[in-house]
């Protein structure tokens, strides 16, 4: 369920890192980045620091079997929180659990009191909200890194485009998750587990619409949607043997006890030879006076996912 847009939105400032090593698969519990919003729940407010630890509690102790569940904590509606946790399709139940555990153990280090986070790792995202935060589009672009070199060789467009339109195919047939090479290019793409077919479909092709034309002719590219993210990497001598182990479609989703909730975060930064976008959107009634904003120069270090 995609939930409407505000009358007006807002682009808010945020605490975004980029973490540059990502090329093993072990790194799961790697920051890619993070997105925390400039408001904040006031200090005095004990009521939504036990309904989060709640909430994130909930989380873990469902991500050992299942790659992805949302939920709400909070009796009251004024201090509900809703949150969800999702894992990368190959990532074993033990993995998935630590990833989760991971990523909540950095929201509140990374993100302190703010009443919207995600935290972003190479295996996994795991994000929170008050409710009624409003909430943006499946197919918005949070986050893309452009890697560094050129693909120089004749042929490669043609290629790509093979291999992120196999990969759409795979999406939809194989339950959300799809990782696999074509002619020297790996791919890899995930849907949000309670995204419908056709919905995970037109949000994987939109990512891949921004991966040609925003990192052109990169060896590398990864693009984080809303509800959605896909990665790519040209390996001019053919792909790995370790990535062509992990090529399969299917897992990825899970359960689903909450509502539908999505968050967009917002920032620009470029660092080096990465490119980096991140868009946060905020409710327009959604009011609060006390807000803060926390920047921390630091390792979201995680991936994907």
């Given at each position: 369920?995609?939930?409407?847009?505000?009358?007006?939105?807002?682009?808010?400032?945020?605490?975004l890192a980029v973490f540059l090593s990502l090329a093993s698969s072990s790194d799961y519990t790697n920051l890619v980045f993070k997105g925390?919003?400039?408001?904040?729940?006031?200090?005095?407010?004990?009521?939504?620091?036990?309904?989060?630890?709640?909430?994130?509690d909930g989380l873990i102790s469902q991500s050992s079997a299942a790659k992805f569940h949302n939920a709400t904590?909070?009796?009251?509606?004024?201090?509900?929180?809703?949150g969800r946790f999702q894992c990368r399709g190959d990532l074993s139940g033990d993995s998935c659990s630590a990833c989760v555990r991971k990523a909540s153990s950095l929201a509140g280090k990374l993100c302190r009191r703010a009443v919207a986070v995600r935290i972003q790792l190479?295996?996994?995202?795991?994000?929170?909200?008050?409710?009624?935060?409003?909430?943006?589009?499946?197919?918005?672009?949070?986050?893309?890194?452009?890697?560094?070199?050129?693909?120089?060789e004749p042929g490669f467009g043609a290629r790509l485009d093979a291999a992120l339109g196999g990969m759409a195919n795979g999406l939809e047939d194989g339950?959300?998750?799809?990782?696999?090479?074509?002619?020297?290019?790996?791919?890899?793409?995930?849907?949000?587990?309670?995204?419908?077919?056709?919905?995970?479909?037109?949000?994987?092709?939109?990512?891949?619409?921004?991966?040609k034309s925003e990192c052109g002719g990169s060896m590398s590219a990864q693009v984080y949607m809303q509800a959605c993210f896909i990665s790519y990497t040209y390996y001019p001598d053919g792909?790995?043997?370790?990535?062509?182990?992990?090529?399969?479609?299917?897992?990825?989703?899970?359960?689903?006890?909450?509502?539908?909730?999505a968050i967009v975060?917002?920032?620009?930064?470029?660092?080096?030879?990465?490119?980096?976008?991140?868009?946060?959107?905020?409710?327009?009634?959604?009011?609060?006076?006390?807000?803060?904003?926390?920047?921390?120069?630091?390792?979201?270090?995680?991936?994907?996912?």
């Open positions: 369920m995609v939930l409407s847009h505000p009358s007006s939105s807002l682009i808010l400032p945020i605490s925390c919003a400039d408001q904040s729940f006031p200090d005095s407010d004990k009521l939504h620091s036990h309904t989060i630890k709640h909430l994130l904590s909070g009796a009251a509606s004024s201090s509900a929180v809703d190479a295996g996994c995202y795991l994000r929170y909200e008050a409710s009624g935060f409003q909430v943006a589009g499946a197919s918005e672009l949070l986050f893309k890194i452009c890697g560094p070199g050129r693909a120089r339950g959300g998750f799809y990782a696999g090479g074509y002619r020297s290019v790996y791919v890899l793409g995930q849907c949000e587990g309670d995204l419908g077919g056709t919905e995970c479909v037109e949000c994987v092709k939109n990512a891949d619409d921004r991966a792909v790995p043997a370790d990535r062509k182990s992990l090529s399969s479609s299917g897992g990825g989703r899970g359960t689903n006890s909450g509502k539908t909730v975060m917002g920032g620009l930064v470029s660092v080096g030879l990465l490119t980096s976008c991140f868009l946060f959107t905020k409710s327009a009634f959604k009011k609060k006076t006390t807000t803060q904003h926390h920047t921390h120069n630091n390792n979201n270090n995680y991936g994907g996912g």
